[in-house]
């Protein structure tokens, strides 16, 4: 049981750090990512096939980092012109494009046979507890990327981006480079989203195109909204809440026997979507409702 | 190497099927001033209603076809009393979040009810005709030609009927249109109907043209964005010239491109149109 | 006292086995054994899964009625791995975690099953599936891995063999499914068809889940193929030939019989399936274990990958049978072989590889997907395959490949 949870505890983690990406994009900075798993697996990818290829991780994660915001960087300069709605099929599409992208240029990704044997940092060293220390490393890439973020959010920086989002044209009449804080803010929520990435790559030790379908990225919207929308700690939360529930409706089928395979599997799915739309709703908010905070 | 004329014929066909969705997606957009994601479990839901009756209650195809626009209109209109009326004159952003919300739940009642093996209508498959050295499918010419008539249908609605001409004025500014006395519910209501049972209608095509199962909606939504986006949110006639449009490139790509990145086809058209033409073709006001 | 979920499914699985068999009432006084199957019950894969899951319960009742392992009964976990390979981590920890299954039955999905080896291999659980993938019985995996799926070079050697008997095939073009192995199976056929003299015009990978393959049926048909080698699954091969009837193609199609079978003649018409080729690793339709099969579980024969879940069943708890008492997936490891392969008593169910373990004689089962013959690495050994066509809306036998 223990090492079961502690396996569900990492992938929450890695998924919040994930959901705080996404957070920096929308939450700070009201800019719509429909697609913000592509660069979860931009992440994943890069630091994978450098691992594979023998470079340290040392030099592999950052360089996730790096790959995953220079591709932010490079969708939102082209993309940001555009209005919210948008926006968001623009970033659905790419997000279909990288999957494309990742199957089919085998001489590269090597297509769906995917990455395997990807090496874990120190499996050596922690042996026995192995999955304890991932644990660790990875609760301790999010408590450090938290508090990097609302150290950000209470910065100048983060107060013009909180501007930009409530009102476009308003920051822009202050004299702001509205267009070059939107690329800042959007590439530094991919480079995070590309940091997850890496950490569940090394995980899992295997990766391949279908674990970053573009409908995954509706997961991590479901637990920003869940968590609450446009808030750090609702990312956090929510991410914890919502894969509780997929976890916890598993068990429950075990004593559920009415309901058996497609047809649970797809119940499961149908009270996601009615969640999600609930949510959306009656509480838009979340469950941690953002502070507004006076200037 | 085939002639190019047997690309664009073929991509002709798959636009046709297109429009439908992408005029439906494209009006209710402007109305409601949100992308509803849903319209592409539409289709799916369209397609299945025609399998129960079709398959299930051995209804013809015609009469079968006729059951899903109902019963895919009906369904357009309830999901619109349950989740987007509450959220009336909410950021688009809420609303088209709670639209994916409903395209899962409804991709996933399907496959609640007929689980995830593909079906297929009761209707024989047809050697295709060679006509002008192009191969030419009878059910795709069919398809065509109801799309086009289902088309120009709509069209006439919007210009001719008054409930038509006050769906354009809603589109254009809902508030002015309440003010000068235009319903709005009834209204919105018309469209939700009316999209719904295009998409409806279309998805059995689709259904007709491949195969039937829960994902099939999610294959076209690129494409579908793609051709409302390139004709200009709003316009159906301009949705309907996207549609082939989308259909061609998407098809005559191919030559230069690996089949698999048909999807990417759609996406950079997407892309394209916006940066250097964001109205689209027909140029509505945004 | 709470009774824990633990007790309430033991007492009410007691209760419903308790008409069933006297022997049963016995064997529930003994801790269960606990199996966990991971099958797709959704995502790509999801028109398998319930089958092959189905095959695994049917075999499990009657393991349980003719005793259970040394009188203890089979307890079996279910997970849906949405076809996913994280979805499936979590399954298998589940299973792995808070189950304590000693093996996990009938993986699909390549991908599931590569990502889910390394958890099997450390906590010492042994992993059969039917995943293709060359890469699964690769690397280092210590002998807990096992498929029952020809592996993907084999295969495409075999269907070459088959393609190039036929002299008036003499152009040849491949297309297939977007798969982890539809490269390796490509490379395997083409080059043995090229070596056979005969000519390959096109070959193309294709996506999945597309309504139309227009396109891609345009291209090929350009390059005037006598064969087209079509690498798929039902739901795509359905759409493909209608599409390549559609273009009035009137060469020949082969394609594998777990793609073309009764769904798929269901789902094109006879008239558009007549005279398609289709080859597979030939399941022994003559055995016992077959027919058992078949009555066990209805619908299972239109099923590919029903057969091997049955034998992947079977075969773990005929390895428990000859552990003597030790139960656990190093178990299995170990006496995987000394069941499945001969020399030995040919035995055909549980109940007879049980009933001859019990005298201490050495047996060699031989299963309903075919005769579950392993080598080191995990998969079977080469088996004949067998050739059929659809004439008149029936898939007929027409002839045997011999490797």
Not at chain 2, 134 to 148: C, H
Not at chain 2, 245 to 269: C, M, N, R
């Amino acid at each position: 049981m223990f090492a079961y949870l502690t396996a569900v505890a990492t992938l929450v983690g890695v998924r919040s750090l994930l959901t705080l990406g996404l957070n920096v994009q929308w939450g700070l900075t009201g800019l719509v990512n429909l697609g913000v798993i592509a660069f979860f697996g931009v992440g994943a990818y890069t630091s994978a096939l450098l691992a594979v290829g023998g470079t340290s991780i040392l030099l592999a994660w950052p360089a996730a980092v790096g790959v995953a915001a220079a591709a932010g960087a490079a969708l939102a300069m082209v993309a940001l012109r555009l209005r919210e709605d948008y926006l968001a099929i623009v970033t659905l599409g790419f997000a279909e494009v990288l999957r494309l992208f990742l199957l089919n240029e085998t001489w590269l990704t090597r297509g769906a046979n995917g990455v395997t044997g990807i090496p874990r940092p120190l499996h050596t060293v922690f042996a026995g507890r192995y999955d304890i220390f991932y644990l660790g490393l990875v609760l301790l890439a999010v408590v450090l990327a938290y508090g990097a973020l609302e150290r950000l959010r209470r910065s100048p920086f983060g107060r013009v981006l909180r501007a930009i989002r409530e009102d476009e044209i308003v920051a822009a009449v202050a004299g702001k480079p509205v267009f070059r804080f939107k690329v800042q803010a959007f590439a530094l929520g991919a480079g995070i989203a590309g940091l997850a990435g890496a950490l569940f790559a090394h995980y899992l030790a295997y990766v391949e195109p279908n674990m970053f379908l573009p409908q995954e990225s509706l997961f991590v919207w479901l637990a920003l909204i869940l968590g609450g929308s446009g808030n750090n700690r609702g990312a956090l939360v929510g991410s914890a809440v919502l894969l509780g529930l997929l976890e916890g409706t598993r068990f429950a089928k075990d004593v559920v026997p009415f309901l058996t395979g497609v047809r649970l599997a797809a119940a499961q799915q149908i009270l996601v979507g009615v969640v999600l739309v609930v949510l959306m709703v009656r509480r838009p908010e979340g469950l941690i409702p953002e502070k507004t905070e006076s200037n | 190497m085939p002639a190019i004329t047997q690309y664009v014929f073929n991509g002709v066909v798959t636009g046709g099927i297109l429009a439908l969705p992408a005029v439906a997606f494209s009006l209710t957009w402007r109305l409601l001033r949100f992308p509803n994601f849903a319209v592409s479990t539409y289709l799916t839901v369209g397609a299945y209603a025609a399998l129960a009756l079709n398959v299930g209650l051995r209804a013809s195809l015609e009469l079968a076809w006729v059951g899903a626009v109902v019963v895919t209109a009906v369904t357009a209109l309830a999901v619109d009393r349950i989740a987007f009326r509450p959220m009336r004159g909410r950021r688009p952003f809420s609303l088209a979040i709670a639209s994916i919300g409903v395209a899962f739940v409804l991709e996933n009642v399907v496959r609640f009810v007929w689980g995830n093996d593909f079906r297929s209508y009761d209707v024989p498959v047809t050697r295709a005709m060679l006509i002008a050295g192009l191969r030419v499918g009878r059910e795709q010419l069919l398809i065509f030609a109801v799309a086009i008539a289902l088309m120009a249908l709509a069209q006439t609605f919007l210009v001719r009927t008054r409930l038509g001409i006050a769906m354009r004025a809603t589109a254009d500014n809902a508030g002015l249109a309440a003010v000068k006395g235009v319903p709005t519910e009834r209204v919105v209501a018309a469209a939700t109907l009316g999209g719904g049972a295009l998409a409806g209608g279309a998805g059995v095509f689709l259904g007709l043209d491949a195969s039937i199962d829960p994902l099939m909606g999610g294959s076209v939504i690129i494409s579908v964005f793609a051709a409302a986006i390139l004709g200009g949110i709003g316009s159906g006639p301009g949705a309907f010239v996207g549609a082939l449009i989308v259909g061609i490139v998407e098809e005559v790509g191919t030559l230069v491109v690996p089949p698999t990145y048909k999807t990417a086809i759609g996406f950079v058209i997407i892309l394209a149109v916006l940066l250097v033409r964001p109205t689209g073709l027909a140029g509505a006001r945004s | 006292m709470t009774i824990s979920r633990r007790d309430f499914v033991k007492a009410s699985g007691a209760a419903g086995f308790a008409l069933a068999a006297p022997a049963l009432l016995a064997a529930q006084s003994k801790e269960p054994i606990a199996v966990g199957t991971l099958c797709p019950l959704t995502g790509a894969g999801g028109s398998y899964g319930p089958d092959m899951q189905r095959a695994v319960v049917a075999v499990v009742e009657r393991i349980n009625r003719a005793g259970g392992i040394q009188g203890r009964p089979i307890q079996l976990f279910h997970e849906d791995d949405q076809t996913s390979a994280e979805a499936g981590v979590r399954a298998a920890r589940k299973l792995i975690d808070v189950n304590k299954v000693v093996a996990i039955v009938s993986t699909w999905a390549s991908a599931v099953t590569l990502a889910v080896r390394p958890l099997c291999v450390e906590a010492r659980v042994f992993l059969i599936g039917v995943s293709g993938a060359d890469a699964v019985t690769q690397g280092d995996h210590r002998g807990y891995v096992a498929r029952t799926q020809p592996n993907t070079n084999t295969q495409g050697r075999m269907y070459a063999r088959f393609a190039a008997s036929k002299k008036e095939w003499k152009r040849i073009a491949y297309m297939a499914l977007q798969t982890p192995y539809a490269q390796s199976f490509g490379e395997a056929f083409t080059g043995a068809v090229k070596a056979a003299g005969a000519t390959i015009t096109d070959s193309l990978i294709y996506e999945d889940k597309k309504p139309s393959y227009r396109s891609e049926v345009t291209r090929v048909l350009g390059t005037n193929p006598d064969l087209i080698m079509l690498g798929g699954y039902t739901p795509d091969s359905v759409v493909m030939v209608k599409d390549l009837y559609r273009a009035a193609y009137k060469g020949a199609i082969l394609g594998p019989s777990f793609a073309i079978n009764a769904k798929f003649i269901e789902g094109v018409g006879p008239d558009v399936a007549e005279g398609v080729w289709n080859m597979d690793r030939a399941p022994l339709f003559d055995s016992p274990a077959y027919k058992e099969f078949v009555a066990a579980v209805p619908g299972g024969d239109q099923s590919p990958y029903a057969p091997q879940a049955w034998d992947h069943m079977t075969l773990v708890a005929l390895a428990l049978a000859a552990g003597k008492g030790e139960v656990s997936g190093t178990v299995i490891k170990d006496q995987l072989r000394a069941v499945a392969n001969p020399p030995g008593a040919v035995v055909y169910s549980f109940a007879d590889g049980a009933k001859h373990l019990a005298e201490g004689k050495k047996i060699n089962y031989e299963g309903a997907s075919g005769a579950c013959d392993f080598d080191q690495i995990g998969d079977i050994l080469s088996a004949p395959f067998i050739v059929q066509q659809v004439r008149k809306g029936k898939n007929e036998r027409v002839t045997v490949i011999n490797p």
